[in-house]
C-alpha cells in the first residue's frame, strides 16, 4: 500500500494551530494532486476553533477518563469505537498513538476481526473490546448483563468505571470527528497526553 507524506497535525489548540492547520491541508492537497492520490476534503467546521470551551472541557474529561487504565488498553478501546463510528480521524489519531504506546501492527489490524482473532489479546483487553462495542452500538439494545459481568469479572470497580468513561468519552469525540468530517492523516503521537 502506498501512502503520501503529509504535515502533521490535529485537531487545534489554539487560533494558531487552526491557522496552522489550514496551511498543511493546502500543502496535503497539493502533495495529493501531483501524486495521483484523491483530493483531502476540508472538515465541514472547525468545530474546536468555534467551541474552544467546549473543546478544551473534552480534553480534561479525556485525560480524567484514561486515569489508572493501561495505556495500550486504552487505545485499543478507542480504535474500536472509532472502528464502529467510522470516524477516520480518531482512527488515525488513535492508531498512531497506540503505536507510540507500545502497540503492535498486527494487533491493531486484527482489532475490526477480533472475535475471530481472539488469540491475539489478553481476557482482559477482549472483555474491554465487547464492553467497548455494547456501549458503542446502543441501538442493539442495552447492555447485555453477561457482557457488563465478564468486564466487572475482570476489572476492579474503579478500574471499570474509568473505561466506561473512556468508552463513553471516545464515543463522544467520534460524534464531533464524524460530524464535522475532521481530516485525518495529519495527527502527531502523542499531541493531546
Known amino acids: 500500500m502506498t501512502t503520501t507524506n503529509k504535515t502533521p497535525n490535529t485537531a487545534p489548540d489554539t487560533a494558531q494551530d487552526a491557522a496552522s492547520d489550514t496551511t498543511a491541508n493546502a500543502t ?51 480504535i474500536r469505537a472509532s472502528q464502529l463510528n467510522h470516524c477516520a480521524f480518531c482512527l488515525d489519531m488513535h492508531t498512531k498513538d497506540a503505536l507510540a504506546a507500545g ?8 482489532l475490526s476481526a477480533w472475535e475471530e ?8 483487553e477482549l472483555a474491554a473490546i465487547e464492553l467497548t462495542e455494547a456501549i458503542t452500538v446502543l441501538t442493539d439494545g442495552f447492555v447485555p ?14 478500574e471499570l468505571a ?11 469525540w467520534n460524534r464531533f470527528g464524524v460530524t464535522t468530517r475532521m481530516t485525518p492523516g495529519h495527527y502527531r503521537p502523542g499531541r493531546h497526553v
Open 103 to 110: 502497540e503492535s501492527v498486527e494487533r491493531i489490524v486484527q
Open 117 to 124: 482473532s481472539r488469540h491475539f489479546y489478553t481476557e482482559k
Open 145 to 158: 448483563d453477561e457482557v457488563y459481568d465478564r468486564a466487572a469479572g475482570l476489572f476492579e470497580e474503579a
Open 162 to 172: 474509568q473505561l466506561i468513561a473512556a468508552i463513553t468519552v471516545i464515543n463522544a
Open 28 to 78: 496535503a492537497n497539493t502533495t495529493a494532486k501531483t501524486a495521483g492520490y484523491a483530493p483531502e476534503r476540508a472538515p465541514r467546521l472547525e468545530w474546536a476553533k468555534h467551541a474552544p470551551e467546549v473543546y478544551k472541557a473534552m480534553i480534561r474529561l479525556d485525560t480524567a477518563a484514561k486515569q489508572g487504565l493501561d495505556a495500550r488498553l486504552y487505545e485499543l478501546v478507542k
